[in-house]
């Protein structure tokens, strides 16, 4: 098992209850180990097994709770 | 097709990011006609077709998002 971290850049949180959000659908997924969400700035700091989900799907799950990913 | 109209009480909401985050998962369930979100009072109401999707399955979505509906 290979945990790689991940920073993803976030638009749209604007407080405490939109960091609960991002920080509950990123920990619902398989092979997500541990999620730490700021406000300031706006990012996800994200340690994930990589042979389990991929960079693309912890996008998409904070794209579909109405937030967004900077690339 | 029966559409059914539902007002789900929501708590954990406080800024228009919580409301647009709640907007996009509801939405986003096949079934789902139209979503109208307020902070004040803190709801969701849905019109829905009943025959694709249940209400526990309306208020699942809102929970994994990392918001309480109110029982």
Chains 1, 2 share one sequence.
Request: proline share 6%; net charge negative; charged share 15%.
């Amino acid at each position: 098992m290979t945990m790689t971290d991940l920073t993803l850049p976030i638009t749209g949180m604007t407080c405490g209850g939109c960091v609960r959000s991002v920080t509950a659908v990123l920990q619902a997924l398989p092979g997500v180990d541990s999620v730490s969400v700021t406000l300031t700035p706006g990012q996800a700091q994200v340690r994930y097994d990589e042979a389990q989900v991929l960079p693309a799907q912890l996008a998409a799950v904070v794209e579909d709770a109405g937030f967004e990913v900077v690339v």
